[in-house]
């Protein structure tokens, strides 16, 4: 068995039962090797309980700059009674080790990881890499929580993305108490997908903006986390009413830009529009004032951007369709 200088062990294969009861165990899960015939290995926590109950999953990183999932999973790990817990929940505390070590949003072969999965058996690296952690990892669980930030440039608001017509993830969405959720059957190529078209029930937390840490969107999230492992009945906790009801989305879409300039952005996250209110302004170099952007329809803020340099079709703001009809009640 193959050791890293930590002495946690190196696996190849997430084999829970071999795992002892009423205990935190850290491992390393080896996916690939690098060009130094190095194993390049994804770093995991598993809790198994007392007491049998579902597997549940926490990834963060998907993306390498999506950090701020990694504290939220390692404070479920602090403040875990492991001896009261039904069930197992694994973390993954970084999914893609090459693009976090690098402080880059892309593997090493510049492919977005969340576009291509379940990966392939035979393939290029990055689809290899998604192709073993799938099947050596997430294949293990029976509900997974992936949480991400927006990418650099832009900010998020605290929101969940889940199939809203699934009655076991709209439920796992709704004690998340996010500010918004948006009802999103999963695509093609996300690790959201590849868990569905496994029968896992999934849903996706984005946890605020990239490359920090929020104290405020860890501790929110980790409020979320909790209350899953309640209505699991993974713990005899009671789920934590939100101050306020989330906005629910039946969908949601970005506006871009048309050309490129410099941008300001006015609304901020959560704020409610209404059909034709300005939004963003571009502006020559010289200052000379190049468009003004509106909004399509009324709707909330889920994102924006927040870089005043924009080339055409960079993104400038992501818009929730608010679910007048309660088509989704949550």
């Known amino acids: 068995m193959l050791q890293t200088g930590d002495a946690n062990p190196v696996i190849r294969k997430l084999d829970l039962a071999s795992l002892p009861k009423e205990a935190i165990t850290r491992l390393w899960i080896h996916l690939v090797t690098d060009?130094?015939?190095q194993p390049v290995c994804a770093p995991v926590v598993v809790a198994r309980g007392a007491h049998p109950g579902p597997v549940l999953g926490m990834t963060a990183a998907v993306h390498g700059n999506e950090i701020n999932g990694i504290p939220v999973i390692q404070r479920m790990f602090a403040d875990l009674d492991v001896s009261n817990l039904r069930g197992t929940l694994v973390g993954v505390l970084v999914v893609n080790v090459p693009s976090f070590l690098n402080e880059t949003r892309r593997f090493v072969d510049g492919t977005d990881l969340n576009h291509i999965m379940p990966g392939k058996a035979h393939g290029n690296v990055s689809e290899i890499y998604a192709y073993r952690f799938?099947?050596?990892?997430?294949?293990?669980?029976?509900?997974?929580?992936?949480?991400?930030?927006?990418?650099?440039?832009?900010?998020?608001?605290?929101?969940?993305?889940?199939?809203?017509?699934?009655?076991?993830t709209a439920e796992m969405a709704r004690v998340q108490n996010a500010d918004i959720i948006v009802h999103n059957p999963p695509s093609d190529g996300t690790l959201r997908g590849a868990a569905a078209e496994l029968g896992i029930p999934a849903i996706t937390l984005e946890v605020g903006d990239p490359?920090?840490?929020?104290?405020?969107?860890?501790?929110?999230?980790?409020?979320?986390?909790?209350?899953?492992?309640?209505?699991?009945?993974?713990?005899?906790?009671?789920?934590?009413?939100?101050?306020?009801?989330p906005v629910v989305c039946s969908d949601s879409h970005w506006i871009y830009a048309g050309m490129g300039g410099i941008l300001r952005v006015m609304p901020d996250i959560t704020d409610h529009l209404i059909e034709g209110q300005e939004i963003a302004r571009l502006q020559n170099i010289f200052g000379e004032e190049l468009d003004t952007y509106r909004a399509p329809h009324a709707g909330i803020v889920i994102g924006k951007s927040v870089s005043p340099v924009c080339q055409t079709g960079d993104r400038i703001l992501h818009l929730g369709t608010i679910d007048q009809e309660q088509a989704y009640p949550i």
């Open 211 to 245: 490359h920090t840490f929020q104290r405020g969107m860890i501790r929110s999230s980790l409020t979320g986390i909790n209350n899953l492992l309640a209505v699991l009945g993974m713990t005899g906790e009671e789920v934590e009413a939100p101050a306020s009801p």
């Open 35 to 37: 060009a130094l015939g």
């Open 134 to 168: 799938v099947n050596n990892v997430i294949r293990h669980l029976d509900y997974l929580a992936d949480l991400h930030t927006a990418s650099f440039g832009r900010i998020n608001s605290y929101y969940i993305r889940a199939d809203l017509r699934n009655a076991s």
